[in-house]
C-alpha cells in the first residue's frame, strides 16, 4: 500500500487580536518540520487557517463597533501577513466562517445526530436581565464549580484548568454590564463524549506525537469523561442543524477548519481531500499545551462518530514564559510579533533560531532579550556566520572561488553523522537537537579551519590549502541545506555566496554530500550581524516599560463604600490542625477554631508553611464566604496573608479566637 501523504496543520489563530511570540512558539516549529520533510521527498500539505467564532470575538466586535465578520477579515490579514513575514508559508490559510468550514462543520453534526452521538438537553444557564440575553462562555464571569477561584464561563482560566459547561459556574455576572446573573432553563446539544472512552485510551496508546500530549490526555480519560454541549446561544457562527436560536460551539468547528482548508486546497490544485482525512492518513497537528485536551480527546472521537480518519500524529509544545514570568498580555509579559521585532527591522531568521533551539518543544520555553541577543552573537554569529565568511574570505582571495580537488572522506563521514542526527531529532519533533547538531557542525567547520590555517599553509604548500578551503566549502553547503528549515533566508544567501543561482529549497537533504564543484565566487559578505548591547537594552527597555504601565494599570484599586466592606465577616482565628490536601502541592486543609465554631478552610500554603508550623498560629479570617469546593475538599472561610510569601495577617496583640475585625 502507498504511504499517505503528510498533513501538516496548526492550531488557528484567534482573530480577536495580533499575534505574539505564543503563537509562533508552534507555527515556526511547525514549518520548520514541513520544510524538512518536503526536502527528504514527502509529500507534504501545509494548511492552517483563521478561527473566526465564539463569543471573544463577539465581545470584542462589540467594543470596536463592528461586525463579528469585519473584526476576523482584519485579523485574519494581519495572520497572514505576519506569518509570510517569518517565513512561516501554509499551502493553503483560510477562515472558519468560510462556506466551506460552515458547510463541512454542518455536514459532520447531521452525521453524528444520525448515528445518535448527539442528543437534547434542558440545562440552567446564566441570564443577564438587563442585556436580557443568554450569557455564553465568556459573557459571563463567576467561581470555578471545582476549585472555587474566579473563572470564565467555559473554563477555569485561573485555577485548576478544567473546562466549564454552560450553567456550571456558580455566582454568575455578565462581563458586559457586570450585572448578577440569574439560571433559567435553555435548550442546548450534546456530544456523547463519555461513550468514546473504550476508544480514546487504545487510540492514544498508538497516536505518534509528543508525550505530553498523550500523557495528559490520558489522565484526562481515566479520571473521568463528561458529555460536551456543543450549542451557544449565539447569532455569530455555524448554525445548528434545524435551529435558528442556536450555533454550534467554537470548539467544533475550528478543528473542522482543518478538513474545510484541505478541502479548499485540493479545489485549487485539482487533488481529493479524502486523500488526506478519510482511513488511513498521515494528518499531524502542531498544538499549544494549552488545547491538549481538545485536541487528543474531543477532536478524535469527533471524527471517531462521524466516521474520518483519525490524526496519526499530535505534537504539542511547552507554555512560554517572558523574563521568567507567565505569559500575559493583561501584566505587560508579551512581545508582540510586529510592533516589537519585525517591524524594527529584526532578522525573522534570528527568532525562528532561538524559538527552536533555546530548550525542547514540549518543555516551558522562557524569552529574554538578554539571552536572546547572547545567543544570536556567540552562537549564529560568532560560529556559524564566522565559519562560513571567513572560508569564502579566503576562498575568493585566493582561489577566486570553490578549487578543484577531491573533498577528504573523513568530512563527509562527519557531514554524515551529523545529518543522520539531525533527521533523527526531526522526525521525532525535537527540533532543539537538530538546532544543536547543525551548530556542532559548525563548530566542526571552525575547529578544522582553526588546526589546519590555510592561510598559513597557502604560503608553503598551496595545493593542500585548497584542499582545506574545498573541504570547508563542503561542510558550508552542507550547513546551507541543513539550516534551511530553520533559518530560511539566510540559508538562502549563503546558498547564493556558494555561486547558486536557484532556490536552495528545491534540493533535496541527502545533497550535503553530493562534492561541491569548482566555480566562481562572489566576494563574500557577513551572513550575520552582531546585535549590539544599545540595542539590546532598548527592546528589553520596551518590554519593561510596558509591564510598568500594565502594573500601574492594575494597582488602580476600585473604591467600595463603607457598606460594602462592612458586608465582609472578619475574625480571628486559631489553628488546631493543619495537613496537606491530597494531589495537591499547594494547598493545605486547616482546622481553625474562629471562637462559635470550628471551621474546615483549604489554603495555598503549602510551599511556604510546614503543616506543625500553622498549628496554634493564630490567623485573620472571612468568615462569610459562600463554601467552596477546592480539590474535592469543602472550604469555609478564606485566611488573609500578604504578599507572594503569604505572609499571614495576625494580630500585634493576643485576642481569643472569635474576635471581630473593625
Not at 94 to 121: C, F, W
Request: aromatic content about 10%; proline content about 6%.
Amino acid at each position: 500500500m502507498d504511504t499517505p501523504p503528510l498533513l501538516v496543520t496548526c492550531g488557528l489563530p484567534y482573530t480577536n487580536g495580533p499575534c505574539h511570540l505564543g503563537h509562533l512558539r508552534t507555527y515556526v516549529p511547525a514549518d520548520a518540520f514541513v520544510r524538512y520533510m518536503r526536502r527528504t521527498g514527502e509529500e507534504v500539505v501545509f494548511v492552517c487557517g483563521s478561527d473566526n467564532h465564539g463569543t471573544p470575538i463577539v465581545v470584542s466586535a462589540e467594543q470596536a463597533g463592528v461586525s463579528p465578520r469585519s473584526l476576523s477579515e482584519k485579523y485574519h490579514g494581519h495572520f497572514d501577513t505576519t506569518f509570510k513575514r517569518m517565513d512561516v508559508i501554509f499551502d493553503h490559510f483560510g477562515m472558519t466562517d468560510d462556506p466551506t468550514n460552515h458547510q463541512r462543520t454542518t455536514a459532520i453534526v447531521e452525521s453524528l445526530i444520525k448515528e445518535g452521538y448527539v442528543y437534547r438537553q434542558v440545562v440552567h444557564q446564566a441570564y443577564c436581565t438587563k442585556c436580557k440575553r443568554f450569557l455564553p462562555d465568556r459573557y459571563v464571569e463567576g467561581i470555578c464549580p471545582h476549585c472555587g477561584t474566579p473563572a470564565r464561563g467555559d473554563e477555569c482560566d485561573q485555577g485548576c484548568g478544567k473546562h466549564l459547561e454552560p450553567g456550571e459556574i456558580k455566582e454568575p455576572v455578565c462581563k458586559v454590564c457586570g450585572t448578577k446573573a440569574v439560571f433559567r432553563d435553555q435548550e442546548h446539544y450534546f456530544f456523547r463524549l463519555s461513550g468514546f472512552k473504550d476508544f480514546l485510551l487504545p487510540y492514544l496508546d498508538t497516536v505518534k506525537g509528543t508525550t505530553n500530549a498523550k500523557n495528559y490526555a490520558i489522565g484526562w480519560i481515566k479520571e473521568d469523561l463528561h458529555d460536551w454541549c456543543i450549542t451557544r446561544t449565539l447569532d455569530w457562527g455555524v448554525k445548528f442543524p434545524g435551529r435558528d436560536d442556536l450555533v454550534v460551539y467554537v470548539w467544533v468547528d475550528a478543528p473542522v477548519g482543518y478538513i474545510a482548508f484541505t478541502e479548499e486546497w485540493a479545489q485549487k490544485t485539482g487533488k481529493d481531500w479524502k486523500r488526506y482525512w478519510c482511513k488511513e492518513n498521515r494528518v499531524t497537528h502542531f498544538i499549544g499545551g494549552d488545547i491538549i485536551y481538545h485536541h487528543c480527546i474531543f477532536w478524535p472521537a469527533l471524527l471517531k462518530g462521524a466516521g474520518y480518519g483519525m490524526p496519526y500524529s499530535i505534537v504539542a509544545s511547552g507554555m512560554l514564559k517572558v523574563d521568567d514570568h507567565k505569559f500575559s498580555k493583561t501584566r505587560g509579559y508579551v512581545v508582540w510579533t510586529n510592533e516589537d521585532y519585525l517591524d524594527r527591522g529584526l532578522p525573522a531568521d534570528y527568532l525562528r533560531y532561538y524559538l527552536l533551539s533555546y530548550t525542547s518543544h514540549t518543555k516551558e520555553l522562557n524569552f529574554s532579550w538578554k539571552v536572546f541577543g547572547e545567543r544570536i552573537n556567540n552562537e549564529v554569529v560568532n560560529i556559524l556566520g564566522n565559519f562560513v565568511y571567513r572560508t569564502l574570505f579566503f576562498a575568493h582571495k585566493e582561489f577566486g572561488g570553490v578549487p578543484e580537488g577531491e573533498v577528504d572522506p573523513a568530512i563527509t563521514a562527519e557531514i554524515e553523522k551529523w545529518q543522520k542526527a539531525v533527521d533523527d531529532f526531526m522526525q521525532e519533533y525535537e527540533f532543539k537537537g537538530a538546532v544543536d547538531a547543525v551548530m556542532s557542525l559548525a563548530a566542526f567547520g571552525n575547529t578544522y579551519m582553526q588546526n589546519n590555517a590555510p592561510w598559513k599553509l597557502v604560503k608553503t604548500d598551496r595545493a593542500a590549502a585548497a584542499t582545506v578551503i574545498k573541504n570547508s566549502i563542503q561542510l558550508i553547503k552542507a550547513l546551507a541545506l541543513l539550516i534551511e528549515p530553520i533559518m530560511p533566508a539566510k540559508s538562502q544567501e549563503c546558498w547564493a555566496m556558494l555561486g547558486y543561482a536557484d532556490a536552495i529549497a528545491s534540493h533535496p537533504i541527502s545533497e550535503v554530500t553530493q562534492e561541491i564543484i569548482p566555480i566562481r565566487i562572489p566576494a563574500p559578505k557577513p551572513l550575520f550581524v552582531k546585535m549590539d548591547d544599545q540595542q539590546i537594552a532598548g527592546l528589553d527597555a520596551l518590554l519593561q516599560k510596558r509591564v510598568s504601565e500594565a502594573n500601574k494599570r492594575m494597582e488602580k484599586t476600585p473604591i467600595v463604600s463603607i457598606e460594602e466592606f462592612q458586608k465582609l465577616e472578619i475574625k480571628t482565628g486559631r489553628v488546631l490542625a493543619a495537613e496537606p490536601v491530597p494531589k495537591s502541592n499547594k494547598l493545605l486543609r486547616l482546622q481553625v477554631d474562629i471562637g462559635s465554631e470550628q471551621r474546615q478552610i483549604v489554603a495555598g500554603m503549602q510551599q511556604f508553611y510546614k503543616p506543625e508550623e500553622l498549628v496554634g498560629r493564630d490567623v485573620v479570617v472571612v468568615t462569610n464566604l459562600a463554601p467552596v469546593k477546592i480539590f474535592g475538599v469543602e472550604s469555609n472561610g478564606m485566611i488573609l496573608a500578604a504578599g507572594d510569601a503569604a505572609s499571614l495577617l495576625v494580630p500585634f496583640k493576643p485576642v481569643e479566637p472569635g474576635t471581630k475585625i473593625k
